[in-house]
Nanobody, 123 residues
Framework: QVQLVESGGGLVQAGGSLRLSCAAS????????MGWFRQAPGKEREFVAA????????YYAPSVKGRFTISRDNAKNTVFLQMNSLEPEDTAVYYC????????????????WGQGTQVTVSS
């Protein structure tokens, strides 16, 4: 089992920034690719970003590319999502997820999930 705990969400004005963190425990962190997903009210969960086990490869949804940056600190078993130039459309619950092997951009490919952290962007 892998336990994931997100933090860093909150309320921010449009154009502002937030940095989400996800702390992992329970298994060897470097065995897992990590992803961030989000879910807005009334919408399906959608992919945001993913990072490979070493951190050398990343992948972003088109809607966030150039504004968000995913990174990981394998020494601290933590993955981050730096979110800049936030827009009201980014408002959602953000989830951290883990899967063994290569990174992926589909929720069904991830085995472990955090409880989520709320991000609200006001206009």
């Amino acid at each position: 089992q892998v336990q994931l705990v997100e933090s860093g969400g909150g309320l921010v004005q449009a154009g502002g920034s937030l940095r989400l963190s996800c702390a992992a425990s329970g298994r060897t962190f470097t065995d897992y690719a990590m992803g961030w997903f989000r879910q807005a009210p009334g919408k399906e969960r959608e992919f945001v970003a993913a990072i490979s086990r070493s951190g050398s490869n990343t992948y972003y949804a088109p809607s966030v590319k150039g504004r968000f940056t995913i990174s990981r600190d394998n020494a601290k078993n933590t993955v981050f999502l730096q979110m800049n130039s936030l827009e009201p459309e980014d408002t959602a619950v953000y989830y951290c997820a883990a899967r063994r092997g290569v990174l992926a951009n589909t929720a069904n490919d991830y085995n472990y999930w955090g409880q989520g952290t709320q991000v609200t962007v006001s206009s």
